[in-house]
């Protein structure tokens, strides 16, 4: 399973910025994705994520609002539209693929992305 996340930058608070993480079309349409997020000295956190079918997701508190997974099926591609960022969004972001829709559990995992927001 090959997992590439993309979209990362140094953006201004308040600004936006969309992350892709895109997979083979077998492993696209064999499970459930999400986002997870690393900042320096922390451990890393749940972010979002979306069911196979694209209909259920989830996202942690902190996000909760302002973030938007969804997955394209014709691209085999998963997205994460952040807007309002916040220096407290600045971490590494990796995307996952697992089973259940859950916030932890996943099998495989992306190179991840760096985030960088400035204040």
């Known amino acids: 399973v090959q997992l590439q996340a993309s979209g990362g930058g140094l953006v201004q608070a308040g600004d936006s910025l969309k992350l892709s993480c895109a997979a083979s079309?077998?492993?696209?349409?064999?499970?459930?994705m999400g986002w997870f997020r690393q900042a320096p000295g922390k451990e890393r956190e749940f972010v979002a994520a979306i069911s196979l079918s694209g209909g259920f997701t989830d996202y942690s508190d902190a996000v909760k609002g302002r973030f938007t997974i969804s997955r394209d099926k014709a691209k085999n591609t998963m997205y994460l539209q952040m807007n309002s960022l916040k220096p407290e969004d600045t971490a590494v972001y990796f995307c996952?693929?697992?089973?259940?829709?859950?916030?932890?559990?996943?099998?495989?995992w992306g190179q991840g992305t760096l985030v960088t927001v400035s204040s």
């Open positions: 996952a693929v697992g089973i259940g829709l859950s916030r932890s559990g996943y099998a495989y």
């Open positions: 079309a077998r492993t696209f349409n064999s499970y459930v």
